[in-house]
């Protein structure tokens, strides 16, 4: 049934264009789905889209300008959105789907109220473009989620399109729609998330040993619009990614600080984005004194491209009902994923050594398969599938961090259901693993961030022995401090690593 929010907070003002829901007869909801967008429409419409980290969300919106398309980012949603979301949503979804359904609303709803546009202005020029597909929880269903909140919201009609998650960049396009759902559109999106990523990732290198507080901020900010200008004139970007370093080396920094880092993984929105949906996890995390290890988009990539992949591997030994087995039956299958993965890691790896990411590997998900196909089914796709469960036994093996914390939504099907009940096998096999699952509910902060605190205090106290368990040379080059000297060592903390790099080996 749909059903009209029922707090005082989310009455909407007195204009009589937002009334409706009130005095509307309750029925049950259909999700009427044949939206249009058509070439006349195209000058006059802004298209809105959001979610991922906010210098990729800027990023996508100038790269996509450049290809003549207005596309314009949502601000990141915050408590309220999470709220205005639960109070037009369906009761037992998920966090991701209440904050960004919350916050499309919000925005939708400052048009209307701050602006003095109608609902029915709002749904003529603007519409809403988002992932969508099908899986075993409840992401199959948030594109029907958006379309009944917004209608309850006041905004029935308003548009949203989707693209699959999981057709990589070649979607079906209907001739009629303006939307540009082209192979064009997606290898300049997937440009721009890949340049964001490598920017976020320096970013969380240096940002916790920075001499004056908010110099990496301001710097990457001051790349964001180098590549910006780039996309939008059409300019070389390995080029604009080389002059980032000019920015760069200027932030100073003292990397001998002994500080924990902390692997920050599990569902995908919930361990990336940067806001009220994960409590501000990263930025806590550095105001604590820790180093994180984010997750980059290219890591969900990868896992997509492996399991179309992995997909394509089980239908060959499918028997027809005839019998006769299949041939690998569609050799043109395996050559796009394959000329996928090479075009990915090729872009990723000319654009981050241009700008000096050189000790960051793009995850090979066929090594974390096999790490973790003792513990985890394969088979079993959803959510991260099993990268959660890889993620802690390469850590722990290899030694990549003091503590690993899993983020994830209330209730998450893949990652609290099935991960974590997993992770208590890979703990127990693993004893040494300092592994904190957490989940987020929208409220409930304060014991979120004590428990936070309280993994953090280990994981402190082992950074801290491992760098007093170094002999530290007399003299410190001071390459030491340059954000491109990154040194592979078996130490898990940035310090420590330098040190042993510049230590001479005894034989
Ligand atoms: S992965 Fe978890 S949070 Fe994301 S849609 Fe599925 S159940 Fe919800």
């Not at 007195?14 to 259909?30: A, G, V």
């Not at 394969?378 to 099993?386: F, P, V």
Request: with cysteine.
């Amino acid at each position: 049934m749909s059903t009209s929010p029922s707090c005082s907070a989310f009455r909407p003002n007195n204009n009589p264009d937002n009334l409706h829901f009130i005095h509307r007869e309750k029925s049950h909801w259909k999700d009427h789905t044949r939206y249009t967008f058509t070439m006349d429409e195209k000058q006059d419409v802004t298209i809105l889209f959001g979610g991922l980290t906010l210098l990729q969300d800027k990023l996508i919106a100038s790269a996509l300008h450049s290809l003549g398309e207005r596309y314009m980012a949502m601000p990141n949603p915050d408590f309220e959105s999470f709220q205005l979301g639960k109070a037009f949503g369906n009761r037992g979804q998920c966090n991701p789907t209440y904050f960004n359904v919350g916050n499309l609303i919000k925005y939708l709803q400052k048009l209307r109220d701050e602006k003095g546009l109608s609902s029915k202005e709002i749904i003529q020029k603007y519409l809403f473009v988002t992932a969508g597909g099908c899986g075993p929880c409840r992401f199959g269903m948030y594109i029907t989620e958006y379309r009944k909140a917004l209608s309850d919201a006041g905004f029935e009609g308003f548009r949203i399109m989707s693209f699959e998650h999981n057709k990589g960049i070649f979607q079906a396009v209907n001739d009629n729609s303006a939307i540009n759902f082209t192979p064009t559109f997606f290898i300049t999106l997937t440009k721009a998330v890949i340049i964001g990523d490598i920017i976020n990732l320096l970013g969380y290198k240096m940002r916790p040993y920075e001499l004056q507080k908010g110099a990496t901020d301001k710097a990457i900010e001051a790349c964001r619009k180098i590549v910006s200008e780039a996309f939008m004139q059409k300019k070389n970007l390995v080029k604009a990614m080389w002059k980032c370093r000019e920015v760069l080396e200027k932030v100073g920094l003292d990397r001998l600080q002994p500080k924990p880092k902390v692997m920050v993984m599990g569902e995908f929105w919930a361990a990336m984005t940067e806001g009220d949906g994960n409590y501000n996890l990263h930025r806590f995390l550095e105001e604590e004194g820790a180093e994180c290890i984010p997750q980059p988009l290219i890591n969900r990539l990868m896992l997509s491209i492996w399991e179309a992949e992995f997909a394509l591997e089980k239908t060959q030994d499918i028997e027809k009902p005839d019998q006769k087995k299949i041939d690998f039956s569609n050799p043109k299958n395996k050559l796009l994923i394959k000329t996928a993965k090479i075009a990915l890691k090729t872009h990723f790896t000319f654009y981050a050594k241009a700008i000096g990411l050189h000790d960051f590997e793009i995850p090979d998900i066929q090594k974390l398969a096999d790490l973790s196909k003792a513990y985890y089914p394969l088979e079993s796709s959803g959510g991260e599938g099993h990268m959660e469960v890889a993620h802690l036994i390469e850590s722990a093996k290899e030694n990549l961090a003091h503590l690993v914390i899993s983020v994830k939504p209330f209730g998450c099907m893949p990652s609290s259901c099935v991960s974590d009940g997993i992770q208590s096998l890979v703990t127990s096999r693993f004893p040494a693993a300092n592994f904190l699952s957490i989940e987020t509910s929208g409220e409930g902060a304060a014991n979120f961030y004590s428990r936070v605190q309280m993994a953090l205090f280990k994981a402190k106290q082992a950074a801290k022995e491992e760098f007093e368990a170094l002999d530290i040379p007399k003299y410190i080059p001071p390459k030491i401090h340059h954000y491109l000297y990154q040194p592979k060592t078996d130490k898990a903390g940035t310090a420590a690593r330098l040190i042993q790099s510049i230590t001479p080996k005894i034989f």
